[in-house]
């Protein structure tokens, strides 16, 4: 089998500081990490390489810093990475970041399975992975919470809903994003560890891909930032205060004079 | 450098840009901006510039004959019959924004035996519904739907198409966007129309901490999914009269074959809850859970968790709020021994009130929460069911 997992590099924390009194950004120097839903798609190919075998590609768009992510994939069980890197990718938006990586994985051929996480930390938008899928005209099952068996060109799973779950078989070639209920992702060992750093990341530029050049970055992209600005919360807490019996009643009335208002 | 520039001459180190900036991409050399390597080509900082002293590649596009394309479409998403909250939502902020725009709303129905519902959808807002009723579509699949979706925008030529950021909406909206090759903003929280007469489509980043504003400037449709529960839907008027519109097409073969719903309890989806409580880490004990899932009854409330609860297996994953789990809109969400860490913070939406059950005087969640109680949840949380339902009798 041939698989290949979409990795992105995200900030290690969302939290976003404010200065007070002037109420702008501050930055500090955040750590770049592996997207969090991303452990759980390179897992998964792992567990199904280790049932059945597979070769497992790991493929990111981003800036050149982004290596140390397929690095850390590589280290966990991946087989090779690929890093496609250029000023022509920037800005991308979802449908620009799809159709990029579409050029990158057209490059790798024929494979039987692509996995993705639900979604980044950073964007949260889950659309990259249903857009990649459109673009290569395959298979999309989204929030994958188990596999259950491949067999014959078609995988059973697991899909998590709003609703509950849905049993569902998905012909391959397919692309499926999964949610963090589908496994525990594993620490990398040292003997991958030391296997990651020696490994020679492949990295794929505009020029070697057959891509048209108003499809990607920030010309391929119709959506556009316009304004970015910090929510202000301003919530005022009212603290219920007495001895535990006074607070249950407290609470237990407001509840109930919240309840009346809508029933 | 590709992308975006600052013309030296015009910059007046205002600094305006380097507040826009969302990723710390520019800095300053002898008062003048310069853009670094970690500028995403975003474009925040050419809005905010008001001296026009940064130009980008982004001013160009096909943008031949926008003005053909008219009305505000809203997918119906129904399930078993029953139409999703999230669609009437959207059809009576449709009406609203179609207002600003002269134009007409249209609801896009497809199911089987679902005819009954094209009444409700034009008593909500719409003037029109275009309506597909086969069995062949009785069950949802994002292939089959997102086809006759696209074939139908082609056809008809709307400007703007909104569908619920529910799970089906999430992965059906991406189908039609990337086939039509148009923009399509996730899960927003607000919408309105700018004098250009653009979508402007508002929607949080980076778990909820910083707010993006976003448009689709030179491609249409306009597309945007939208999170439940943050539009009220309009009072239904089923004197109202409007045009409906069966469909026939050639079935379509989808790729993912549906074998069974497995579906919760009724009346447990955390997403449609009205009342959530919620329970993490400071309840000590799984055996301990069920003290929320008592007061949780009394209210006739859903019970959910905080992340720690379902890595130590004492909470299932569907239960789990937050980042990596549910984004949730309840008028009443109760955290007990919740600590409110940022990630717990991203899944809590739109959410009328908060109240804050904690041991910790400085937890963070009393920051976010309209009522603190300072209390162990675990002696706490027996005294107020009881308290409950002692009132529910009286």
């Known amino acids: 089998m041939k698989i290949i997992v979409c990795i992105k590099q995200v900030p290690g924390t969302n939290e976003v500081k404010t200065d007070p009194v002037t109420n702008t950004i501050i930055r500090e120097n955040i750590p770049a990490i592996l997207n969090p839903f991303d452990a759980y798609a390179i897992e998964e190919a792992v567990r199904i390489k280790e049932r059945r075998g597979a070769f497992i590609y790991g493929i990111s768009m981003g800036i050149p810093a982004a290596r140390e992510v397929l690095r850390e994939a590589l280290a966990l069980g991946i087989d090779k990475g690929i890093l496609m890197t250029d000023r022509k990718f920037a800005g991308a938006d979802t449908l620009a970041t799809a159709y990029t990586l579409s050029k990158g994985i057209e490059r790798i051929g024929d494979f039987d399975l692509i996995i993705c996480g639900r979604q980044a930390t950073d964007g949260d938008t889950a659309q990259v992975g249903p857009s990649l899928a459109r673009t290569l005209n395959i298979t999309c099952a989204t929030d994958i919470s188990r596999i259950i068996e491949i067999k014959n060109k078609e995988m059973h799973c697991l899909k998590i809903t709003d609703d509950g779950y849905e049993e569902i078989l998905v012909k391959l070639p397919a692309l499926i994003t999964v949610v963090k209920e589908i496994n525990m992702p594993r620490l990398p060992s040292i003997k991958g560890m030391k296997l990651a750093r020696r490994a020679e990341i492949d990295i794929v530029r505009f020029d070697d891909i057959k891509a048209d050049e108003n499809r990607t970055g920030l010309k391929g992209s119709p959506t556009r930032v316009r304004k970015v600005f910090v929510p202000v919360h301003q919530v005022e807490t009212s603290m219920i205060e007495g001895t535990l019996e006074e607070k249950a009643q407290k609470l237990s009335e407001l509840l109930l004079s919240m309840g009346m208002e809508v029933k | ?394």
Request: proline residues 4%; hydrophobic residues 40%.
């Open chain 2, 1 to 394: 450098m590709d992308g975006i520039d600052i013309i030296k001459d015009k910059c007046v180190g205002c600094k305006a840009c380097f507040v826009a900036c969302p990723y710390g991409a520019i800095e300053f050399v002898e008062k003048k901006a310069v853009i670094t390597d970690k500028c995403t080509l975003c474009g925040a900082c050419k809005e905010s510039c008001r001296f026009s002293a940064i130009v980008s590649e982004m001013d160009y596009r096909q943008g031949s004959d926008l003005s053909r394309y008219e009305g505000m479409w809203v997918f119906a998403e129904q399930r078993y019959g029953k139409l999703k909250p999230v669609s009437l939502e959207l059809l009576g902020k449709a009406r609203e924004l179609a207002a600003r725009l002269n134009a007409k709303v249209t609801s896009v129905l497809f199911g089987y035996n679902i005819g009954f519902l094209a009444r409700d959808l034009i008593a909500y807002g719409a003037d029109q519904v275009l309506m597909m009723d086969e069995e062949w579509l009785g069950d949802f699949n994002d292939r089959i739907y997102g086809e006759l979706i696209t074939n139908l925008v082609k056809e008809h030529k709307p400007e703007i198409v909104l569908v619920g950021a529910t799970s089906k909406g999430r992965s059906l909206a991406p189908y039609i966007s990337s086939s039509l090759k148009t923009g399509l903003t996730a899960d927003c929280t607000g919408l309105s129309i700018d004098d250009e007469g653009l979508l402007v489509q508002t929607r949080p980043a980076f778990g909820g901490n910083l707010m993006a504003e976003i448009v689709c400037p030179h491609n249409r449709p306009q597309m945007a999914t939208v999170r439940p529960k943050v539009f009220k839907p309009l009072e239904p008027d089923y004197e109202k009269r409007g045009i409906i519109t069966r469909i026939q097409k050639e079935p379509i073969e989808g790729l993912v074959k549906l074998i069974r719903n497995i579906d919760n309890a009724e009346g447990q989806s955390l997403t449609d809850a009205e009342i959530i409580v919620s329970v993490g880490r400071g309840i000590g004990s799984a055996a301990n859970i069920r003290l929320a899932g008592e007061l949780a009854d009394a209210l006739g409330g859903v019970l959910a968790s905080s992340r720690p609860l379902v890595d130590m297996g004492w909470m299932p994953y569907s239960r789990q709020v937050g980042q990596t789990g549910k984004t949730v809109a309840p008028r009443i969400y109760i955290a007990c021994g919740i600590s409110g860490a940022i990630q717990h913070l991203a899944g809590l939406a739109d959410i009328d009130t908060i109240i804050a059950i904690n041991q910790d005087p400085e937890a963070p969640i009393f920051k976010v929460a309209n009522y603190g109680i300072v209390a162990d949840v675990k002696e706490f949380l027996p005294l107020l069911t009881e308290k409950i339902k002692q009132a529910k009798k009286a």
